[in-house]
C-alpha cells in the first residue's frame, strides 16, 4: 500500500506548487522571481492575462510590477490610484473580489482597458499581505478558453498571492540584512574616523550619541574642516533610523534654483530640460535623515521654503500639484557664527530655534592639539593601505612641527598635509620638509630679514588666499563671503597672486 501511494503521479497542481516552492528558496533575483510566480499562476488558473501590481511607498499608487498576455508590455505604462476600479478597491480594504461580469459592477473602472484595446469580461483579484500591511495585489482576467472567472479559482488565486507576498518580503528582509552589514561596516570605519581621546573630541561624540535615538533636529557648529559631517553620520548610524538613508547635501555648492530642485525635485516638463521627473533630497531621505551641510550659506527665500516642510512635513515637487508627505530628521551644519547670523538677520530665527533644538560643537584641531599624534599616524595608515609603499613614521622634528602649527583648516588640512608628505616623500619617515610651506613656516626665520616689508604682505595674502580657496573647494563665491571681500576684487586677486588653478 505505502510503496503504491508513493509512486502514485502527483496532481498537474501539487507538481505546480513543488515548482513554486523550489523557486522561492533558489532564486535569488526577486523580478524573476515574481514573473515566474505570475507566469506559473496564469497557466494553473488557465487566464488570459494576469498582473502584480504593488504599492509604491510615496504616492500610494499601484504600479504593475508583472504584466502577462497580449497587452502586458501596454499595460505597463499605467499606474493605478488606490482605491480606483477592483485592483485598487482590493489595495484599500485587503479583501479579495471576484467579479465575473465587469459590466456589472460599479467599481470597475475600464479606463486602461479601453486605452490599450483589450476587451475584460471578468476579474479575480487577492491582496499581497505582509504583516498585516497590503503591499500589492494579484490580478487574474479571463479565461484562456473564453469562459468566465468562478468562485473555484478564488483559493488557487490566494495561494499565489501568498506565495509572491513571501517572496517579496524574503527580498526585501535580504536587501535590508545587506545594507545593515554594510552600514555596520561603514559606522565601524566611521567611528574610528573621529579620531580622538581630547576632552573636547569625547565631548562633541557623547552628545552625538545622547541624540541619536531622538528625532530631535541638530545643529552642528565649528570651524571649517572639524569633522562635522563625520558627527552627523554617527548621529545617523547610531540611532533608530540607521537602517534608512542619510543623505547629504552642501548648501553652499549650488545656486537657489538648483538647490530648491535638488531638495524638492520637480515635475517631467516643470522647466525647460525637465525631461523626466526627478527625486529631491527629501524625498530620498524619508524614514532617514537629512544632513544639510553649510546651511548658513542658505537664501532667506530658501530659508523660508525649508521652515515650512520641517514644520509641516509636507511638500510639493517643483511643477507638482500633489502633496507628498515625508517623515526625515533634520541635521544641519554651519561654519559661522549662527548667533551672529540671526542677530544681524542674515538667517530666520525661527529657523535657528527649529534647527537648534540641540547645539553640538565640533572642536577646532588648535583646541585638542594632543589629538594630533593620534590622527598623524591614522592618516598615514589609510595612505598607506592606499598606496602600498609609503613613508612608515614621522620624524619627531615633524610631529613637533605639527603641533605648534595652528591648522586653520583643521582636520581637513591635516589630512591633505599628510597625503601630499606620503606623495611627494623620498624617505621611510616623513620629515619636517615633507610637510606643506604653510605647516612647515610656522615662525620666521633670519631668511626672511632679506625680504622687502611689500615682499612679506604679498607673500602672506598669497598663503592666506590659497588657504580659503582650498577651504572652498575653490568656489570662490564661499571664499569671498568667509573673507568678507566682493566676488570680483577677489577675482582681481586672484589673477594678480596667479591662483587661478586654485
Request: hydrophobic share 40%; charged share 25%.
Amino acid at each position: 500500500m505505502k510503496n503504491r501511494r508513493s509512486s502514485t503521479p502527483a496532481s498537474p497542481a501539487i507538481e505546480h506548487l513543488r515548482e513554486i516552492s523550489f523557486w522561492v528558496s533558489s532564486v535569488q533575483n526577486p523580478d524573476q522571481l515574481l514573473e515566474l510566480i505570475v507566469a506559473a499562476a496564469t497557466r494553473m488558473m488557465g487566464a488570459r492575462a494576469s498582473s502584480l501590481l504593488l504599492v509604491e511607498p510615496h504616492s500610494r499608487r499601484l504600479y504593475f510590477k508583472v504584466a502577462t498576455g497580449e497587452k502586458g508590455t501596454d499595460v505597463k505604462r499605467f499606474q493605478v490610484e488606490m482605491g480606483e476600479g477592483i485592483a485598487g478597491h482590493v489595495a484599500a480594504t485587503g479583501e479579495p473580489l471576484l467579479i465575473p461580469d465587469v459590466t456589472q459592477d460599479p467599481r470597475w473602472q475600464p479606463r486602461i482597458s479601453a486605452s490599450i484595446g483589450f476587451n475584460t469580461r471578468s476579474i479575480a483579484c487577492a491582496p499581497l499581505t505582509v504583516n498585516g500591511e497590503v503591499i500589492g495585489v494579484l490580478e487574474i482576467i479571463d479565461k484562456a478558453d473564453g469562459g468566465v472567472l468562478r468562485a473555484e479559482d478564488m483559493p488557487l488565486l490566494a495561494v499565489f498571492a501568498e506565495v509572491a507576498a513571501v517572496a517579496i518580503a524574503n527580498a526585501r528582509r535580504i536587501d535590508r540584512d545587506r545594507k545593515s552589514i554594510r552600514d555596520l561596516q561603514t559606522e565601524m570605519d566611521l567611528r574610528y574616523e573621529i579620531v580622538g581621546e581630547s576632552r573636547p573630541i569625547r565631548q562633541a561624540i557623547a552628545d552625538a550619541l545622547k541624540v541619536a535615538n531622538a528625532k530631535t533636529s541638530t545643529l552642528i557648529v565649528g570651524e571649517s574642516g572639524t569633522g562635522k559631517e563625520l558627527l552627523a553620520r554617527l548621529i545617523h548610524r547610531a540611532g533608530l533610523r540607521r537602517e534608512a538613508p542619510m543623505v547629504v547635501l552642501n548648501c553652499a555648492a549650488l545656486p537657489e534654483a538648483l538647490l530648491e530642485d535638488e531638495l524638492f525635485g520637480h515635475e517631467k516638463g516643470a522647466f525647460t530640460g525637465a525631461v523626466a521627473r526627478k527625486i529631491g533630497k527629501f524625498e530620498l531621505a524619508d524614514g532617514g535623515t537629512l544632513f544639510l551641510d553649510e546651511i548658513g550659506e542658505m537664501s532667506p527665500t530658501m530659508q523660508s521654503k525649508l521652515l515650512r516642510i520641517l514644520q509641516e512635513g509636507v511638500f510639493y515637487r517643483l511643477g507638482g500639484n500633489e502633496s507628498i508627505p515625508v517623515d526625515v530628521r533634520a541635521l544641519a551644519a554651519t561654519h559661522r557664527d549662527i548667533d551672529r547670523e540671526v542677530a544681524e538677520g542674515r538667517f530666520r530665527e525661527d529657523l535657528y530655534y527649529r534647527l537648534n533644538v540641540v547645539q553640538i560643537r565640533m572642536p577646532a584641531l588648535r583646541e585638542r592639539k594632543e589629538d594630533i599624534p593620534l590622527l598623524a599616524d591614522h592618516f598615514l595608515g589609510l595612505f598607506r593601505k592606499e598606496r602600498g609603499s609609503a613613508p612608515v613614521c614621522f620624524s619627531q622634528e615633524a610631529l613637533d612641527r605639527m603641533q605648534t602649527y595652528s591648522w586653520p583648516g583643521n582636520v581637513r588640512e591635516m589630512k591633505n598635509a599628510i597625503e601630499r608628505a606620503v606623495v611627494m616623500g623620498n624617505s621611510p619617515e616623513i620629515t619636517a620638509e615633507d610637510l606643506p610651506a604653510f605647516a612647515r613656516q610656522t615662525n620666521l626665520s633670519d631668511g626672511h630679514v632679506e625680504r622687502s616689508f611689500k615682499d612679506a604682505v604679498d607673500a602672506f595674502k598669497r598663503d592666506f588666499l590659497a588657504l580659503h580657496l582650498r577651504h572652498s573647494g575653490g568656489n570662490r563665491s564661499l571664499a569671498a563671503r568667509n573673507l568678507g571681500l566682493q566676488r570680483t576684487y577677489l577675482s582681481r586677486l586672484i589673477a594678480k597672486y596667479g591662483l587661478q588653478d586654485r
